[in-house]
């Protein structure tokens, strides 16, 4: 049998599962949440939306294709969803210490010791699934035998947006036409499905007046966290929403586009962790399966006139995208996957 | 935002469609089909929508009261599909719940303009659709047309051309000669030089030859695929071959979702499925299978299957998503976001399932029961059945579905040791075995990186085996299961361990049973808190809540999802696992109305089952099913969680029967019998001496550990004898021995006669009738009965021969002597349930062969012949309740029912297509007709018999048999048939005054007209082939001339009272004049 160190999750009301240690011997602590998508541990771990988050597999089974290398074209991360794990620590049922993967350059426990994240396998994460589900995320702390206990730490009391999105303007790729993109935290593939489609994209800090730089089209992006913490991104979007020019919001930027018109969100009981969300647009027969990280919604009766709804989920009825009735505006909750179509709608406006 | 509304079938509504089965279980095509079928149905009768069924298959669910409206047992052929069109006038006709039989015969009835005659719409995929799906330049084509790649060969004439050609392709590639037979001068080129060299070859053979692209060793990867008619379109599934391509699908190892693909992989093999299923136009459901390399993302696609299939019910029961009944809702015009999730009942079924387990199929092969055939996997299907497990680890699931294929495996280590001579050589060319082979391999020393070279299995698996040879070893390192640390013993549970392996590798051969090492560790490991906990099935990963009461056992977890309360409601009925030769869908039917029955009473029912292809794994058929398997471990832990009121073990076929001993001695309520009487009837001993105390007759038989013994018992019985040793090295499990050397060849080569590996020998009575009793009791007391016989005469197993019920030539005297018995044995082992008992009769001398205290094979097909359901009055006798005789008497009925076997010789290379004592069909059919005569047509016709045209080639055996078929072959002669025949057969005919031409047998190849050229150059419309004795001989000349008819398609008949039932029956009646009637007009 393999030597592992003893790993026990303590969440906030007490409640412990206890396993085995496959990541960085540390302990740490973070907002517990689940994700039910059956691959892709690189990308969520560097999703900046999971800051501060310990995240839990369903599927049990985590590792198999070990991780691909971190190789950069343009600053940008080809794998990865940004340039670090941004996930506390990862939770599964059962790692698989042997990977195969002709991309693969090392383990999945290598790379988290690496990047200091601690993991744990060897726990029910089902129970644990169905525990969070019923009580909302939760705060938790890893502690690994031998470490040295942490406080439990809220990520949500932070202002996320501003811990994971760029510091400083970006120029990527090169084009006739150029977009601005609100980094609240951008996953890569934004900007990858950008650039690719032959744009300049300017990317700029979550609190960067960009009303004063010149562009073709906006794009908010996704983000961590609560998207109240994002005013300074709202107050920017309203001036945008004057200026005209077509603007597109993704995940958060949801959010904030809804917060910019003068609508409301809220927290959702169930919030949606999962490649698998059907979203059906309104007023058509067509639907998608999408794929979502977030735990707010948008309160659809505090739209104001000239917006409608876009989209909604077709397991929970909630809003998944708004529109403005008459101008070149409109957000997903989700992002773009079976839905490339949306950007090159976008595109097509601009 | 664009809208693709297909303009084929909106705003259609149906009122009465027509739904093709699949007819008789076959290899490639089983009972998948049964509940494809079944959920068509369901979806149909949700709506309103009268369903009329053509399916021949008597034993499947799909043709039971209470599903299909009408059913017709006819042939799923275009002719008599017209027929049924003529008479019953649906509007709609659904073609995708029927395998490749409904496909084809739906195709021909498109192109032969008889839908549009009749004003028909196809439900669901068009037909255009399904043609550029199985006609490969249509398809090739038609992926060409959005640059999705498929794998295409390039015919060529020149070593240049070939060398252009593979350049194009990109190495390595294959170079097969075309025409050539045999695969000669075909191989692998990794170069120009050995590209050269072969091709240069091969044009020596052929003037021609075929450069393809190799993709050996690349991954085989499968997604379902749903869409609707508005274009929207979700995956179900990603689904993973553990062999890598080149073995069949059906013949691999298969896991679900994939496990050594990432997220890119799986997104662009996912992305790339929609776009063609989008292209082609499937309105429905398919499958999308592809070769993708291991070494980039590179593809071809290998095929779609427009229709549901082998993998779709897979892929239904590993994710809990209806695809069959989604699917037809989607035919019937519906969206998919307008239908519901039927686990959750609440979201909608536009979603793609998330599932938190890993699912395990593996085939189950039964080619130990031929002779001659090639055990080597490959690209085509041997496989006869199959199972799938569950696990939250690989190895949990992998060791549990190696115990479910039922082939006294204990899963993948702890089995009895494997005599392999070439390791190297088994893993390259992979047999039945191969699994096992991988353990031995690794037992052995080679590392994972031989055993990949050897196999090109993708290393992630073999690092998982790897873990459980170690946990194996760790294992073997204590003596006592107290010394094991407590987290070794429960890593090896949370492993798949069963406690037999346990025991095993820690008690090594100390108990004196396995049963009694299990239930050391057992207790043991209960005393430390390691229990197994149940997991739902609920399509979505727990991220919504969902009442389901779709279930398995685990390790991996801590928590039950199921709140148990110990109100004694439940009643456990124990399923039939993996189907195989002589246990198929029948217990299937037996199951499901068992569990129909257990609720309407008023009571909880539970299934315990692991076959994927079933309906009695349909979570909508039961109040709680458990998807797990059927071993004494996991059943009694099932039972402790659910505290049931009872178990019933008799509908499952044998392996429940079997647990009955171990289950009572825990203290388990068996319904039904009890558990002393049925080792009664199951110990031979046992039941010799009851029948001796009653005075009932059996043929004599003996146990024996010695030549000298059995030559003794022989003296007196005389030959033939039918020999059953208890210990076989290869072959067949029984034998028939008509002389000395068969004998002596027998028991020398095949098998082994000691102290510790008796051998019973039997009397054999030649030319005696076989006869069927099957019947439930109550109390000892018989309720209903029904008595059928057999067409062929004893020898014939009972599973392969052709049955008829009533019975039309049973002597009334023998019938009265029968039922007699038959509640003489009822009484005495104070029966409560079904069973079945088997008898011999010659000359109104009647003996029991075989009494089995369960539902046999026949309760379907005599249930519904008689209307009177055997298996609900069972339950309801094992329920307690007080059985009324029913009213009407089997002997009444004015018509008559057939049940014929469906073989599958054609699919096993090698095989002797001859019938023996030991069972080789894989499936059924009954019909029914006015007299023998008609129900004996249409069953032949049903199982693909055609009837002949012009000629018959004969060798009719022995002079016995000679004289049994020369009635026959007058008819043929009256008739206008060309005979051919044999040498013996032509000089006896020709003395009868029947004209024949003389043929030469294949062991005089020089002689004019050869029997199989005359084969090869389809002179000939029926074979009939009488084997002189009972034992084979693979090289004989009848060998020859009955595989040639087999791998020709030629009808093959082997058997002299069946040829001459079936050569009566179309001499004398033309199947223009066959009746169309459904089940209910009899």
Request: include cysteine; proline fraction near 4%; glycine fraction near 8%.
């Amino acid at each position: 049998m393999r030597e592992t160190r003893r790993a026990t999750l303590i969440l906030e009301d007490g409640t412990t599962f206890v396993g085995k240690s496959f990541g960085h011997e540390s302990s740490t602590s973070g907002e517990v949440v689940f994700n039910t998508a059956m691959t892709g541990y690189p990308e969520s771990l560097t999703d900046p939306s999971c800051e501060g988050q310990i995240l839990v597999t369903t599927y049990p089974i985590l590792g198999n294709y070990g991780v691909p290398p971190h190789l950069e074209k343009d600053t940008i991360s080809e794998f990865y969803e940004s340039n670090r794990i941004h996930a506390r620590a990862i939770i599964a049922q059962d790692y698989s210490w042997e990977h195969s993967h002709w991309q693969a350059d090392r383990s999945l426990s290598e790379w988290l010791i690496e990047e200091g994240v601690p993991a744990i396998y060897g726990i029910d994460t089902r129970a644990l699934t169905k525990h969070l589900r019923e009580n909302g995320s939760m705060l938790g702390k890893i502690v690994i035998e031998g470490t040295e206990e942490v406080d439990f730490y809220n990520p949500n009391s932070e202002n996320l947006v501003a811990k994971t999105s760029c510091k400083e303007v970006e120029i990527h790729g090169d084009g006739a036409k150029t977009v601005v993109l609100v980094d609240c935290g951008t996953q890569h593939n934004i900007i990858r499905g950008l650039t690719k489609r032959g744009l300049k994209v300017v990317r700029v800090p979550w609190d960067y007046d960009f009303t004063t730089e010149s562009y073709d089209g906006l794009i908010i992006s996704n983000g961590p966290g609560n998207p109240a913490m994002a005013e300074a991104t709202v107050l920017n979007i309203r001036k945008a929403l004057e200026i005209g020019k077509p603007i597109c919001g993704i995940c958060m930027g949801n959010h904030l586009l809804a917060m910019a018109a003068g609508a409301k969100t809220y927290k959702l009981k169930y919030g949606h962790h999962s490649h698998n969300q059907p979203v059906r647009r309104i007023g058509t027969n067509n639907c998608y399966i999408t794929s979502q990280n977030h735990g707010y919604a948008i309160d659809i009766t505090t739209l104001p006139e000239d917006w409608e709804p876009m989209f909604e989920n077709m397991n929970d009825g909630t809003n998944e995208g708004i529109r403005h009735k008459t101008k070149p505006y409109f957000s997903t909750q989700f992002h773009p996957d079976d839905t490339d179509y949306l950007l090159d709608e976008f595109i097509a406006m601009i | 935002m664009t809208f693709h509304p297909d303009n084929i079938m909106t705003n259609v509504s149906f009122k009465k469609v027509l739904l093709l089965g699949s007819g008789a279980l076959k290899i490639g095509e089983a009972g998948e089909f049964d509940y494809s079928g079944s959920q068509a149905i369901k979806a149909m009768k949700e709506e309103g929508i009268e369903t009329v069924l053509i399916n021949p298959n008597i034993a499947t669910v799909q043709t039971s009261e209470g599903f299909a409206d009408k059913i017709y047992f006819l042939p799923v052929t275009p002719f008599f599909v017209e027929k049924v069109i003529e008479k019953e006038r649906p509007d709609g006709i659904l073609l995708a719940f029927g395998g490749q039989t409904a496909l084809n015969c739906g195709v021909t009835l498109h192109e032969s303009g008889i839908l549009e005659k009749y004003g028909i719409r196809v439900l669901g995929t068009p037909v255009q659709a399904i043609m550029d799906t199985e006609d490969r330049e249509l398809f090739i084509h038609k992926l060409d047309e959005i640059d999705v790649k498929t794998i295409k060969s390039e015919a060529v004439e020149s070593v240049d051309a070939a060398l252009r050609a593979a350049r194009e392709l990109g190495f390595p590639v294959i170079v097969r000669a075309a025409y050539a037979l045999g695969g000669l001068g075909s191989g692998f080129c990794d170069d120009e030089k050995e590209l050269i060299e072969l091709t240069e070859k091969a044009l020596s053979f052929s003037p021609q030859v075929l450069v393809e692209k190799s993709l050996k060793g690349w991954k085989e990867i499968e997604f379902e695929v749903v869409r609707d008619r508005y274009d929207n379109c979700i995956t179900v599934c990603s689904m993973e071959n553990f062999d890598p391509l080149g073995i069949h699908t059906g013949e691999s190892i298969v896991v679900a979702p994939s496990q050594t693909l990432s997220n890119d992989d799986v997104q662009f093999l996912r992305k790339l499925a929609i776009k063609m299923v989008r292209h082609i136009g499937i309105v429905g459901e398919c499958n999308v299978q592809y070769a993708y390399d291991p070494q980039s993302m590179d593809y071809r696609v290998i095929e779609v299957n427009a229709r549901l299939s082998r993998s779709s019910a897979l892929a239904s029961k590993a994710t809990g998503y209806p695809l069959a009944f989604v699917a037809a809702k989607i035919g019937l015009g519906y969206g998919l976001f307008e239908l519901k999730n039927s686990v959750t009942k609440d979201t909608p079924a536009y979603f793609e399932p998330s599932i938190d387990y890993i699912v395990v199929k593996l085939p189950r092969w039964d080619l130990g029961k031929f002779h001659g055939v090639r055990r080597e996997i490959g690209s085509s299907m041997k496989s006869v059945g199959e199972v799938m497990s569950i696990g939250r680890t690989f190895e949990e699931a992998i060791q549990k579905g190696l115990r479910m294929i039922g082939q006294g495996m204990h899963g993948f280590v702890g089995n009895h040791d494997l005599k392999i001579a070439d390791i190297d050589k088994s893993l390259r060319e992979p047999t039945d075995k191969r699994i096992f082979v991988i353990a031995k391999a690794l037992r052995s020393g080679y590392t994972i990186e031989d055993i990949y070279n050897l196999t090109k299995i993708d290393r992630w698996f073999l690092y998982r085996l790897q873990n459980l040879i170690n946990t194996e070893i760790e294992l073997e390192g204590y003596n006592e299961i107290t010394d094991v640390p407590v987290e070794l013993l429960r890593t090896a549970k949370e492993q798949g361990f069963s406690d037999f392996q346990i025991a095993k590798a820690v008690l090594k051969d100390r108990p004196q049973s396995g049963a009694e090492g299990n239930s050391i560790v057992r207790e043991y490991r209960k005393s430390l808190g390691i229990l197994p906990v149940v997991k739902q099935i609920d399509t979505l990963a727990a991220e919504y809540p969902a009442q389901t009461n779709y279930l398995y056992l685990t390790y991996n977890g801590t928590t039950n999802d199921v709140e148990y309360t110990g109100d004694h409601r439940s009643i456990v009925v124990l399923g039939s696992g993996a189907y195989r030769i002589g246990s198929s869908v029948e217990f299937d039917w037996c199951s499901v109305n068992a569990l129909m029955t257990v609720k309407r009473e008023g009571w909880r029912s539970v299934m315990i089952n692991y076959n994927p292809e079933t309906v009695s794994t349909d979570y909508d058929m039961c109040d709680r099913l458990y998807f797990d398997e059927l071993t004494f471990e996991r059943v009694m832990d099932i039972i402790e969680l659910e505290q049931p009121h009872g178990a019933i073990l008799s509908v499952g076929g044998q392996i429940p029967n079997n647990l009955a001993t171990r289950l009572d001695a825990e203290g388990v309520n068996i319904l039904g019998t009890s558990a002393k009487c049925i080792d009664n009837a199951e110990d031979r001993h046992k039941f010799s001496a009851m029948l001796d105390t009653l005075g009932i007759d059996q043929p004599r038989w003996k146990e024996l550990t010695s030549f000298d013994d059995i030559r003794k018992f022989i003296d007196q019985v005389g030959f033939p004898v039918l020999v059953r040793p208890s210990y076989v090295l290869s072959g067949a499990a029984m034998n028939v021995c008509s002389n000395e050397e068969e004998l002596e060849r027998f028991l020398r080569l095949a098998a082994n006669v000691s102290k510790q590996h008796p051998v019973v020998v039997t009397e054999f009575i030649q030319n005696a009738k076989e006869i069927e009793m099957d019947a439930v009791a109550a109390k000892g007391e018989i309720k209903a009965y029904a008595i059928s016989e057999h067409i062929e005469f004893a020898g014939v197993h009972s599973g392969d021969a052709t049955i008829q019920f009533p019975p039309q030539k049973l002597y009334v005297e023998t019938m009265r002597r029968i039922k007699k018995i038959s509640a003489q044995i009822a009484k005495a082992l104070e029966i409560t349930g079904p069973f079945n008992i088997q008898f011999l009769a010659k000359n109104n001398d009647i003996k029991v062969i075989e009494c089995n205290l369960r539902a046999s094979r026949s309760f379907p097909f005599v249930s519904k012949v008689s209307k009177i359901n055997f298996i609900d009055l069972a339950t309801r006798a094992m329920l307690g309740q007080e059985i009324e005789k029913p009213n009407k008497s089997a002997f009444d009925l004015d018509y008559v029912g057939i049940k014929a076997s469906q073989f599958s010789f054609s699919r096993l290379q090698g095989a002797d297509p001859v019938l023996g004592v030991d069972m080789s069909s894989t499936g059924e059919v009954g019909c029914l007709g006015v007299d023998s005569t008609e129900a004996i047509l249409k069953s032949m016709l049903s199982v693909g018999y055609r009837v002949p045209k012009n000629s018959v080639l004969m060798s009719t055996g022995s002079a016995r048999s000679k004289a049994d078929m020369l009635e026959a072959a007058q008819m043929l002669h009256k008739q206008g048939f060309t005979i051919y025949a044999t040498e013996g057969t032509a000089r006896y005919l020709e003395e009868n005054a029947i004209p024949v031409i003389r043929v030469y047998w294949p062991s005089q190849p020089d002689m004019e007209p050869q029997a199989l050229k005359l084969l090869h150059d389809k002179q000939i419309d029926l074979v009939v082939n009488i084997p002189k004795n009972l034992s084979s001989t693979e090289l004989s000349n009848g060998y020859k001339i009955r595989r040639a008819a087999i791998d020709l398609n030629i009808p093959l008949l082997t058997n002299a009272r069946l040829a001459s039932a079936f050569i009566n029956a179309f001499t004398t009646l033309s199947v223009d004049d066959i009746e169309i009637k459904t089940w209910d007009e009899y």
